[in-house]
């Protein structure tokens, strides 16, 4: 069983910074897929960031882009999301995921999910 556990979250002001991280105890993700997706209250679970399975490339979404910043070693543990410029809009639950078969945004091919860590923006 892969337990992957996310920190980092808190309360922050709009234009503040977090600095999201993903730690799996004794695992390695060299040929997986890592991302970060998140859960708004009432919403569905959507994709954030992620960095491919070879290569370290790196995803986001457009709502995201040129604000966060997904980072990791070869080992892709741990993994770091970092955010600038956040908005009331990024609140929500964070959540880190690992993908087996490498896909990336979609959250259906994510095989083991962490708790989540709850990010808060106030205006």
């Known amino acids: 069983q892969v337990q992957l556990v996310e920190s980092g979250g808190g309360l922050v002001q709009a234009g503040g910074s977090l600095r999201l991280s993903c730690t799996a105890p004794?695992?390695?993700?060299?040929?997986?897929?890592v991302g970060w997706f998140r859960q708004a209250p009432g919403k569905e679970r959507t994709f954030v960031a992620a960095?491919?399975?070879?290569?370290?490339?790196?995803e986001y979404a457009d709502s995201v882009q040129g604000r966060f910043t997904i980072s990791g070693n070869e080992a892709k543990n741990p993994v770091y999301l970092q955010m600038n410029r956040l908005k009331p809009e990024d609140t929500a639950v964070y959540y880190c995921a690992v993908s087996v078969a490498g896909t990336t945004s979609d959250s259906s091919a994510y095989d083991y999910w962490g708790q989540g860590t709850q990010v808060t923006v106030s205006s």
């Open positions: 004794g695992r390695t993700f060299s040929t997986d897929a």
């Open positions: 960095i491919t399975a070879l290569g370290g490339a790196t």
